[in-house]
């Protein structure tokens, strides 16, 4: 069967990259986590001491910083200028800061660039923000994926428990509905649902429940 190009949307902590992972790995694709390629660069921004308001200096920093994923068991490891950053980027502060730095054009232009590129063969699953809308507007499938703002906030406080992070449940719901305001609003690629994108609310369903209902729509295409 043909390779196709999957696009997974959607607000922070909706269970994209769960389901990605586990689609790519049956359809025997890559996993693309575009979102990582935000985070790493913050990172390297927090890091550095370069302001996450400064496009310019961000731009710049990212012509040095080469991101690289590495398949691994269950997912992907993540590194910047050969410096695995797999755990590091997923902390508070590089969480509460990406948003800030996604907004910039010069940040998002070069990002999206080497995201196309790695998408060039097809037989590829990304997840992101913009993947349906600005990265492969072609993709065959597109879903957009949501959930209540409670159970994204539970899921991961869950998710941070295993990671030993401890911030309280009603501060993560905070932190999930300013990121994901941040993201709407932006002037340069929201996060909007695609005109061609299938939205699937997994509110109150399992990782199973979701991977299967996302399987239908992708064996339609397939
Ligand atoms: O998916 P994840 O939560 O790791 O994404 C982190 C942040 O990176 C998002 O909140 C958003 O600001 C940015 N992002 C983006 N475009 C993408 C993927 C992520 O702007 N395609």
Redesign the pocket.
């Known amino acids: 069967s043909k390779k196709i190009s999957i696009a997974i949307?959607g607000p922070?902590?909706a269970g994209?990259?769960t389901v990605a992972k586990i689609l790519a790995k049956e359809l025997h694709y890559v996993y693309c986590?575009?979102?990582?390629?935000?985070?790493a660069i913050?990172y390297q921004a927090l890091v550095n001491d370069v302001d996450v308001h400064d496009e310019q200096a961000l731009v710049q920093l990212l012509q040095k910083t080469m991101i690289t994923f590495e398949p691994h068991q269950e997912g992907q490891k993540v590194f910047v200028n050969q410096q695995e950053v797999t755990q590091v980027?997923?902390k508070p502060q590089v969480?509460n800061q990406?948003?800030h730095?996604?907004?910039h054009k010069g940040v998002?232009e070069e990002?999206?660039r080497r995201?196309q590129k790695i998408a060039e063969c097809g037989g590829i699953v990304m997840?992101?923000?913009?993947?349906g809308t600005?990265?492969l507007p072609n993709a065959e499938v597109k879903i957009f994926l949501i959930a209540s703002v409670e159970e994204r906030a539970e899921r991961r406080f869950l998710e941070n428990q295993k990671n030993g992070i401890d911030t309280p449940l009603e501060k993560l719901k905070e932190e999930i509905a300013t990121?994901?305001h941040?993201?709407s609003t932006?002037k340069i690629?929201p996060?909007v649902q695609a005109k061609d994108a299938i939205l699937v609310d997994t509110t109150g369903l399992n990782i199973p429940e979701v991977v299967t209902k996302i399987k239908e729509i992708v064996s339609k295409q397939v």
């Open positions: 949307d922070a902590s994209k990259s986590d575009t979102g990582a390629m935000y985070r913050t980027i997923r969480t990406v948003s730095v996604s907004v998002r990002l999206v995201q997840d992101g923000r913009d993947i600005a990265v990121r994901d941040i993201d932006r690629s996060l």
